[in-house]
């Protein structure tokens, strides 16, 4: 069954707003530095333009993840990002956008035809 929504919830995003303080809660959660990292990194990808909302909260999601067990590792960010964590960021990013992958395959899949 599909999870209607109300036109007040819509229009306000309260769904989105109650996803977004559990996030938040939960980088609050890390240990200082950790959260020091992903408040730096989820700047970033503001500024930077990681998309709608779906794609956003798919990355903190899963930079969370990843701080949460780098954490429990005790290893710092850079062991997974290396000294470029920009490019971590960009990466990251531009991985999450399946419409232009989508693009890509649908392009190559169908052929022009020759008149």
């Known amino acids: ?6 036109l007040l919830d819509c229009m306000l995003g309260l ?18 530095s950790y959260y020091e990292d992903y408040k730096a990194l989820q700047k970033y990808l503001w500024i930077s333009g990681t998309g709608e909302w779906e794609q956003s909260k798919l990355i903190f999601n ?25 490019a971590f960021c ?8 399946w419409r232009d992958k ?4 649908l392009n190559k899949s169908v052929k022009l035809e020759e008149i």
Do not use: C
């Open 1 to 6: 069954m599909e999870n209607k929504r109300s």
């Open 15 to 32: 769904e989105e707003k109650k996803v977004w303080k559990a996030m938040e809660a939960r980088a609050k959660e890390l240990p200082e």
């Open 62 to 86: 899963g930079l969370l993840d990843l701080l949460e067990e780098l954490a429990a590792e005790g290893r710092q960010l850079t062991d997974v990002t290396g000294p470029d964590v920009a």
């Open 90 to 97: 960009d990466e990251l990013a531009e991985n999450k956008d």
């Open 102 to 105: 989508y693009r890509q395959k």
